[in-house]
Structures are given as structure tokens and as C-alpha cells.
């Protein structure tokens, strides 16, 4: 009985000392999230790091060596269609002040 | 008041040219000749400067039923501004139609030369509701454009603020999207300001509310160069986002 207390003791004290101290828990994935705004896609995703970026280490964010970069994708071409008609309200513009001065 | 005394000169001036003008043919005769003639050639000239002010007003008259459908199809421009501006087209309409009927209805030269000036005078179609109804279009439809480009500087914010939290340095993009916003705002601040400074101009103002339009004009001018940059800049934080993570 005694020899199968202190077996089990024993066993007990080596798992315990056995026990990796301070392992970093593995951190969440970024988010991946699509969010649609007036003609621009915001998209960020997981995807693989480049040797181009440049992680900061700003405080409380998550090590980018741990967290994939975002993929980010913005459509900026509704900014054309509407500098386009941007420009066709200004020709009208000058149009009229040009028809004005004649007068 | 010395440009409308010039004013009131030239268009006296012109008034007075256009009677002298226009019957010049029967009074430049040296040679005598039949009386029916002479009052047919004169009946004819007062038809046909007659004619001349009438076709004057049928101009301004298309001109106001463009301007008119203009208004009413512009999805951007306010309620306020466009139950204004067809308020005073519609005014103008009304009254320029009342002068074609007076005009008509003359018999001498000295009742049409009292209401010729006022086909011009009474209304400043084409140099002040004209310009007026564009440069407040304009407007309306720069503050809209203006509004989408702060959407779309909101979405870059966003973009800008996820790159942060998964740590990558967007400095650069946070820089160009600064500028963004600057350029919004300086465009924002260039436009408010005109419907209010036009939509009050009166054919009584002219012809000095002249240089208030032009000045309402620069101003949508300059204001269209903050948008461009705007996009410019735009453009840069999209860019600098990519570099930032390596995409």
C-alpha cells in the first residue's frame, strides 16, 4: 500500500516539473472581414508574409512574426466616375459664365 | 453705379441703334419717291425688329425650359435649392412671355423701344440665371461628390486601422489619408459658401453681381482641384497600405 502511495506521489511531482512554464498561447488568426462602403471593398484577410513588410511594435498589438499581414483590397475607381462627373457639371459651368459674359 | 449708368448707356445705345438700324433703309433714301412705298418699307422694318425682339425672347424663353428640365432631373441638388432656383426661371418665364405679348401688340416704334431693353434688362437670362442656376448645380453636386469621398476616406481609415492592430507600420498610409481629409476639407469649405452667395443675386444687381459669379465660379474651380488632389492622395494611402504589408 505505501509502495503504491509513493508511486503515485512520484508520478504526480514529475508531471508537475515536467510541465512547460510560460509557453505562449497560440494567438487568433486576424480577423477576415469584407466591409462594403459607396463602390470601395475594404478586405483583409490572412495571407503570407512578405519580406518587404516592416512589423511594428507598437504597443499591445499582436507580433505581425505570429499574426499573417492583412490583405488589403480598396477600389478606388468610384473616385474616377465621380471626378468624371465632376468635370461635365464644371464644363456646364464654364458654359454658362462664358454664355453670360456674351450677353 | 457708374457701371450701370454704363450699362443703362449701352443698352440705350443699342435700343437706339436697332430703331435707327433697322428702318435705315427708308430713311437713307436721297432720292424722293412714292409715299406708299417709304410707309410700306417703314411697316416693314418695325415688323421686322418686332420680329427681332421676339425671337430675342424665344431664345431666352428655350433657354429657361432647358435649364428647367435640368433642375428637375438633378438628384443631388437640395429640395430648398431647386424649389428656388425653379421658382425664379419659372417668374422669369412667366414675365418674358407677358413682354412677347406687349411686343406683339405694339404699333410704334417709340412703345418698342420702351420694352426691347427690357427683354435684357429684366432678367439677365444668359449673364445672371444662367450662370445662377449652374454655378448652384454645381455646388450641390460637389458636396455630394465631396460626401462619397469621405466615405471612401472612412473605408481607407478602417483599412489603415486593421493593418495597425496586426501590427504593421501604416505611418505613411495614415500620412496620405491626412492629406486626404485635408483636401476634403478645404474643397468642403470652398463650396458651402456659393449657392448661398448666387441664389440671392437679382437682375437688380446686375451688372456688379457679375463679379460675385465669377468669383462663386473660381471658387468651384479651385474646389474641383482640392477633389483631384483628394483623390491623389487617396490613391497614396492605398498604395502606402500595400507596402506596409508587403501586398
Known sequence: MRKMIGIALLTGLIAVGCRPVGLPTLTEPPDVTTTTTANTTTTTSASTPSSSSQPSSRGGATSPAENAPPEVEIDLSGLDDLLAELEGVLADVDGAMTEGESQ | ?247
Open chain 2, 1 to 247: 453705379m457708374s457701371t450701370r449708368i454704363a450699362t443703362r448707356i449701352v443698352a440705350v445705345a443699342t435700343v437706339s441703334a436697332l430703331l435707327i438700324a433697322l428702318p435705315g433703309t427708308a430713311f437713307a433714301q436721297t432720292e424722293p419717291v412714292e409715299s406708299t412705298a417709304t410707309e410700306t418699307d417703314r411697316a416693314s422694318s418695325f415688323d421686322q425688329l418686332k420680329r427681332r425682339a421676339l425671337a430675342a425672347i424665344d431664345i431666352r424663353l428655350d433657354a429657361i425650359a432647358r435649364w428647367t428640365e435640368l433642375i428637375e432631373t438633378n438628384e443631388q441638388l437640395t429640395p430648398d435649392h431647386q424649389a428656388r432656383l425653379l421658382a425664379e426661371l419659372s417668374a422669369a418665364s412667366r414675365g418674358l412671355a407677358a413682354l412677347a405679348a406687349e411686343i406683339q401688340a405694339a404699333k410704334t416704334y417709340s412703345e418698342l423701344g420702351g420694352m426691347v431693353p427690357k427683354i435684357v434688362e429684366d432678367y439677365w437670362v444668359f449673364a445672371l440665371l444662367g450662370p445662377k442656376v449652374h454655378l448652384v448645380i454645381a455646388a450641390d453636386v460637389m458636396t455630394h461628390i465631396t460626401g462619397r469621398f469621405d466615405e471612401m476616406a472612412a473605408a481607407i481609415q478602417e483599412a489603415v486601422d486593421r493593418v495597425e492592430e496586426a501590427g504593421f507600420d501604416a505611418e505613411a498610409a495614415q500620412v496620405a489619408l491626412d492629406r486626404m481629409r485635408a483636401h476634403l476639407a478645404a474643397a468642403s469649405t470652398l463650396i458651402e459658401p456659393v449657392p448661398g452667395a448666387v441664389l440671392g443675386l437679382q437682375p437688380i444687381d446686375m451688372p456688379e453681381a457679375g463679379e460675385q459669379l465669377r468669383v462663386a465660379h473660381a471658387d468651384l474651380k479651385s474646389a474641383a482641384e482640392e477633389l483631384r488632389a483628394a483623390r491623389q492622395a487617396g490613391r497614396e494611402a492605398v498604395e502606402a497600405i500595400k507596402d506596409a504589408i508587403g501586398g
